[in-house]
């Protein structure tokens, strides 16, 4: 066959990254790139997208380079990409209007909180599924139109165009202002705030409310489609497919049937379980969300769990507690003890996210007594990433009422055997992680593949994955019972603790 | 024997003068206050930078005494910090070669199983991560013994215990063994530890070349290893291949 690999670009917070893979599944060849992270005030976070588009111009041909590639052997190429981070650009000369407003930007919160207390408020989260916080991109866009002069009516004449990275990186790589196609996939439009969660298209009652024109959004299309072909870095490349992270992960571990679900563990971690072909609404803190579309199929959906702090703690260990001088070195540290001592971390560093979503929470250290050494420590903050995914995961087995049999895992801390064995242990069910730890490439790639039949079904994609590892279940239950108590006493001590008046 | 080397005097000059005073000196300074030129002393500082012993402040230029230094003491590669850099090329190589990967380093005259990929078919394995495995019987407790002193130096004189007839029995078969191992560059143990079993490993390196812990693959005899009972040659190049993406990854230079 000519065409031998299926090229995937993941468009992250931190980085870009170009992966080659084989019609294995297996990784042939990888580039990667870092772009600047811009902090001008106090919790904003920008990006440059001319920049993140150049690095895209320089990292694919070294992917192909290194495997001896040419364009010409790429079946499709799928996007990955950093969800919620809002790009505006000028249509016609290409070039973005302000930087990039990345999703962990906190400039939106008074915008946020005077939209909350409309009395129509309550329809944001019927609508789409998502509640009103800063990280979602409607926030961002009205903000943007705001505070720029004339931006608002550049963007009703359709002169100014939003989208989220894997729009612009699809309209730059199919000509820009000759020609690009302006488009988002269904996955990426899901986490706007902008659209209907049955209907699957830009809801007019949500457009209104957020004072968003609708001239300058992007069409909604499903997640494996060929949406164009990239007329240059790349040219005569099928652009495939396009999915956010972590709705690729969950497309890379094959999560295809209902109940099955995957746990990615970074800075943050991010639950996703498949719910089908209903949307499920969350009555414990989760998200609505929408897992994949291929072609014409119905929508799958997914409810997500997402912890803000899981890796995050482990650096601040590393960095603000000069405890460590690498993460891994979190195990070793840990393993000097044999458990935490009576010790809690609970990471609310900004607030806690699912299940609980109480912004005015911070962390805490509890049951400290002069017993306790590093080492407990060590174990305290692996421990909380270990009960964090137990609270959602109660979550979920709550509002879909399937009680989860495997956690399929994926992300750089799954090298931590430590940590695995004891979120097998706490969750009470087997963990497991597949060979290619780089699900959210592989996912991406699997749905440009699956889209020009590279791949020819799902069932060709899941004998791709096999198990690299396994944890079992030994944990004595009455002392899980204990522990998880102890807790979540300790998560009700972070409740609270910015009162009203300290917020600005 | 031989007399000094000029550039290791003066490496140790740069360090002294460094650990004097405010500690932060830029290149001119160290080569007015040594009477070197600037050429041979910036050679000196990016040699030294690159093997951790001097950091160079990217906002001044100047250079100071690296971490590599203060732990010279005690520094060893964390096994944690190994399992993490070696993690997708371990996938990787059980992909490729549809067996089952360990990662192993020397532990008190033991080999230390530090991490473990599943042979990629999906039956039911247990992780040994942790196990701690004979020395002189495995092919990775053998690329140990031939590359790092301090194992070595662990192996009792006279008999060695016996796990299978094939077993290396004495410790004069052992050195002849590691002498072969280190002309090619890996090892092999076929059915030395078990019966039915055989195992291709070769060495990990890290800084400078040191040998940090050895990656291998293991599986039924009859599938690792060719009609005369010895390793296929696609297999060896697999694991050599795989070891040494860890190595570059780690900082090893090519070899």
Same mark, same amino acid.
Request: proline content about 5%; charged content about 20%.
């Given at each position: 066959?000519?065409?031998?690999?299926?090229?995937?670009?993941?468009?992250?917070?931190?980085?870009?990254?170009?992966?080659?893979?084989?019609?294995?599944?297996?990784?042939?060849?990888?580039?990667?790139?870092?772009?600047?992270?811009?902090?001008?005030? /106090?919790?904003?976070?920008?990006?440059?997208?001319?920049?993140?588009?150049? @690095?895209?111009?320089?990292?694919?041909?070294?992917?192909?380079?290194?495997?001896?590639?040419?364009?010409?052997? *790429?079946?499709?190429?799928?996007?990955?990409?950093?969800?919620?981070?809002?790009?505006?650009?000028?249509?016609?000369?290409?070039?973005?209007?302000?930087?990039?407003?990345?999703?962990?930007?906190?400039?939106?919160?008074?915008?946020?909180?005077?939209?909350?207390?409309?009395?129509?408020?309550?329809?944001?989260?019927?609508?789409?599924?998502?509640?009103?916080?800063?990280?979602?991109?409607? /926030?961002?866009?009205?903000?943007?139109?705001?505070?720029?002069?004339?931006?608002?009516?550049?963007?009703?004449?359709?002169?100014?165009?939003?989208?989220?990275?894997?729009?612009?990186?699809?309209?730059?790589?199919?000509?820009?202002?000759?020609?690009? *196609?302006?488009?988002?996939?269904?996955? @990426?439009?899901?986490?706007?705030?902008?659209?209907?969660?049955?209907?699957?298209?830009?809801?007019?009652?949500?457009?209104?409310?957020?004072?968003?024109?609708?001239?300058?959004?992007?069409?909604?299309?499903?997640?494996?489609?060929?949406?164009?072909?990239?007329?240059?870095?790349?040219?005569?490349?099928?652009?495939?497919?396009?999915?956010?992270?972590?709705?690729?992960?969950?497309?890379?571990?094959?999560?295809?049937?209902?109940?099955?679900a995957?746990c990615t563990y970074g800075t943050g971690s991010f639950l996703l379980?498949?719910?089908?072909?209903?949307?499920?609404?969350?009555?414990h803190g989760l998200l609505?969300?929408?897992?994949?579309?291929?072609?014409?199929? /119905?929508?799958?959906?997914?409810?997500e769990g997402s912890i803000a702090i899981t890796g995050a703690l482990v650096?601040w260990?590393?960095?603000?507690?000069?405890?460590?001088?690498?993460?891994?070195?979190?195990?070793?540290?840990?393993?000097?003890?044999?458990?935490n001592?009576?010790?809690y971390i609970v990471p609310a560093f900004s607030g806690l996210f699912a299940p609980h979503w109480r912004?005015?929470a911070r962390g805490i250290i509890v049951?400290?007594?002069?017993?306790?050494?590093?080492?407990?420590?060590?174990r305290a903050v692996l421990e909380a990433t270990g009960w964090q995914t137990r609270e959602v995961v109660d979550a979920m087995n709550?509002?879909?009422?399937?009680?989860l049999?495997?956690l @399929?895992v994926?992300g750089?801390m799954?090298?931590n055997?430590?940590l695995m064995?004891f979120i097998a242990d706490v969750l009470? *069910?087997?963990v497991?992680?597949?060979?290619?730890?780089?699900?959210?490439?592989?996912?991406?790639?699997?749905?440009?593949?699956?889209?020009?039949?590279?791949?020819?079904?799902?069932?060709?994609?899941?004998?791709?994955?096999?198990?690299?590892?396994?944890?079992?279940?030994?944990?004595?239950?009455?002392?899980r019972?204990?522990e998880y108590d102890n807790w979540q006493r300790a998560v009700e001590r972070t409740f609270?603790?910015?009162?009203?008046?300290?917020?600005? | 024997?031989?007399?000094?080397?000029?550039?290791?005097?003066?490496?140790?000059?740069?360090?002294?003068?460094?650990?004097?005073?405010?500690?932060?000196?830029?290149?001119?300074?160290?080569?007015?206050?040594?009477?070197?030129?600037?050429?041979?002393?910036?050679?000196?500082?990016?040699?030294?930078?690159?093997?951790?012993?001097?950091?160079?402040?990217? &906002?001044?230029?100047?250079?100071?005494?690296?971490?590599?230094?203060?732990?010279?003491?005690?520094?060893?590669?964390?096994?944690?910090?190994?399992?993490?850099?070696?993690?997708?090329?371990?996938?990787?190589?059980?992909?490729?070669?549809?067996?089952?990967?360990?990662?192993?380093?020397?532990?008190?005259?033991?080999?230390?199983?530090?991490?473990?990929?599943?042979?990629?078919?999906?039956?039911?394995?247990?992780?040994?991560?942790?196990?701690?495995?004979?020395?002189?019987?495995?092919?990775?407790?053998?690329?140990?013994?031939?590359?790092?002193?301090?194992?070595?130096?662990?192996?009792?004189?006279?008999?060695?215990?016996?796990?299978?007839?094939?077993?290396?029995?004495?410790?004069?078969?052992?050195?002849?063994?590691?002498?072969?191992?280190?002309?090619?560059?890996?090892? &092999?143990?076929?059915?030395?530890?078990?019966?039915?079993?055989?195992?291709?490993?070769?060495?990990?390196?890290?800084?400078?070349?040191?040998?940090?812990?050895?990656?291998?693959?293991?599986?039924?005899?009859?599938?690792?290893?060719?009609?005369?009972?010895?390793?296929?040659?696609?297999?060896?190049?697999?694991?050599?291949?795989?070891?040494?993406?860890?190595?570059?990854?780690?900082?090893?230079?090519?070899?």
């Open positions: 066959m000519a065409e031998r690999y299926v090229m995937s670009i993941d468009q992250g917070t931190t980085s870009t990254r170009c992966i080659l893979f084989d019609h294995g599944g297996r990784l042939v060849s990888v580039a990667q790139r870092e772009h600047k992270q811009h902090f001008p005030r /106090p919790g904003w976070v920008e990006h440059d997208a001319t920049e993140i588009w150049r @690095n895209l111009e320089q990292i694919a041909p070294k992917a192909l380079a290194q495997a001896g590639a040419d364009p010409g052997q *790429v079946a499709a190429v799928g996007i990955a990409n950093q969800r919620e981070t809002t790009v505006l650009w000028d249509r016609h000369t290409g070039i973005p209007v302000t930087r990039a407003v990345v999703w962990q930007d906190t400039r939106t919160d008074m915008v946020v909180e005077e939209l909350a207390r409309r009395p129509d408020a309550y329809i944001v989260e019927e609508l789409c599924g998502l509640h009103l916080a800063t990280y979602f991109s409607a /926030p961002t866009i009205r903000w943007l139109l705001d505070h720029t002069p004339g931006l608002r009516e550049r963007a009703e004449r359709g002169d100014v165009l939003f989208g989220t990275m894997e729009s612009w990186l699809i309209w730059k790589l199919t000509g820009g202002p000759e020609g690009g *196609v302006h488009i988002t996939d269904v996955t @990426n439009a899901s986490r706007t705030l902008l659209m209907n969660i049955n209907s699957l298209s830009w809801d007019d009652t949500l457009l209104d409310f957020f004072g968003v024109p609708r001239a300058m959004l992007p069409e909604i299309r499903p997640s494996t489609q060929t949406y164009g072909v990239a007329t240059r870095v790349m040219p005569g490349v099928r652009i495939a497919a396009a999915l956010g992270d972590q709705q690729a992960a969950l497309f890379g571990q094959t999560c295809f049937a209902v109940g099955e995957k379980l498949n719910t089908g072909h209903e949307p499920i609404r969350s009555t609505t969300t929408v897992g994949y579309q291929i072609g014409d199929e /119905p929508a799958v959906y997914a409810l650096q260990f590393r960095d603000g507690l000069g405890l460590i001088g690498t993460a891994p070195e979190i195990e070793t540290v840990a393993r000097t003890v044999d458990d001592g009576g010790c912004s005015e049951g400290l007594t002069s017993y306790i050494t590093k080492g407990h420590l060590a709550a509002d879909s009422g399937l009680n049999r495997t @399929n994926d750089g799954t090298a055997n430590l064995q009470n *069910v087997p497991v992680r597949p060979m290619v730890a780089e699900t959210v490439s592989l996912g991406a790639a699997y749905a440009a593949g699956l889209a020009v039949g590279y791949w020819p079904d799902l069932e060709g994609l899941r004998r791709n994955w096999h198990r690299a590892a396994q944890w079992l279940p030994a944990m004595d239950p009455e002392l019972a204990r609270d603790w910015i009162k009203p008046h300290d917020e600005e | 024997m031989p007399g000094p080397v000029q550039s290791i005097e003066r490496a140790a000059a740069i360090l002294r003068l460094l650990a004097q005073g405010s500690g932060r000196l830029g290149l001119s300074e160290v080569a007015n206050s040594l009477g070197l030129a600037r050429g041979t002393a910036h050679g000196i500082l990016r040699t030294l930078q690159m093997v951790g012993f001097v950091e160079q402040d990217e &906002a001044t230029g100047k250079y100071q005494l690296g971490a590599a230094l203060l732990h010279l003491g005690t520094s060893y590669l964390d096994v944690n910090e190994l399992r993490s850099r070696a993690i997708n090329w371990a996938d990787a190589l059980a992909s490729r070669s549809g067996e089952a990967v360990r990662i192993g380093t020397h532990l008190q005259g033991k080999l230390l199983v530090v991490h473990h990929v599943f042979r990629p078919d999906d039956t039911l394995q247990t992780l040994d991560v942790g196990m701690l495995l004979p020395m002189h019987a495995t092919a990775m407790g053998k690329v140990l013994l031939a590359y790092d002193a301090n194992a070595a130096a662990a192996v009792p004189e006279g008999d060695l215990e016996q796990f299978s007839r094939r077993t290396i029995r004495t410790t004069k078969e052992l050195t002849r063994a590691l002498s072969g191992i280190r002309e090619v560059g890996w090892a &092999a143990d076929v059915e030395e530890t078990t019966v039915g079993e055989a195992s291709v490993a070769a060495p990990i390196r890290g800084y400078g070349g040191l040998v940090v812990g050895a990656m291998g693959i293991s599986g039924p005899v009859e599938r690792v290893c060719d009609p005369h009972n010895r390793p296929r040659p696609d297999l060896v190049t697999f694991v050599r291949d795989a070891a040494r993406a860890v190595s570059r990854d780690l900082g090893a230079p090519r070899w």
